[in-house]
């Protein structure tokens, strides 16, 4: 596009496809926050179980990263940082749900829901469930190296604890969930 400005013609700037400055935790980072978007809405639905909407704490995770881009350090880890932060925020978030009054279920839930046929399905169904019986320390865990794929390292930074006791956590969760989905003999 092309601007006149009497008999000069300015070229103006291209419009960013997408935003760069806000989008960024800080200035010189290499990391884009809106390639981890699809790995934020893993964990927070691994986190959420029902509890809350997880999209709007990917949403609410983001406003936090770009409110304190400025407490980001460069050359850290980015993918690390977010998750930190939607961490603390599902936490805040659980906190200050359990200080309020609950509501009446919505008419959406009441829904009748048609229920599986198909033998896969049915062991999908068990295993969420016995997923979403481990703790919730087991659970993050698990999310981050087998879901996500996070290595040890950064699920260590991510939920602020040694490696060892990533591993420990996996292992357990693991063991868990096998003796739970092992059919009795």
Known sequence: MIDQVGSLELPKP??????????????GASDDILDHVPALRAFARGLCRGTQDPDDLVQETLL??????????????LRAW???????RFYNNCRKSSREPTGQADCVSAMPKSQPTQEWHLRRKELLHAV????QHYREALMLITVLG????????ILECDIGTIKSRVSRARRILRETLQPEF
Not at 14 to 27: E, G, I
Not at 82 to 87: A, E, V, Y
Not at 132 to 135: M, R
């Open 64 to 77: 936090r990263a770009i409110e304190y881009a400025d407490s980001y350090r460069p050359g850290t880890n």
């Open 132 to 135: 979403d019986q481990l703790p």
């Open 150 to 157: 996070e290595s040890y390292i950064n699920a260590a930074q």
């Open 82 to 88: 977010l998750f930190t932060i939607m961490r603390s």
């Open 14 to 27: 291209p419009l960013p496809s997408r935003p760069t400055l806000a989008a960024r935790p800080a200035a």
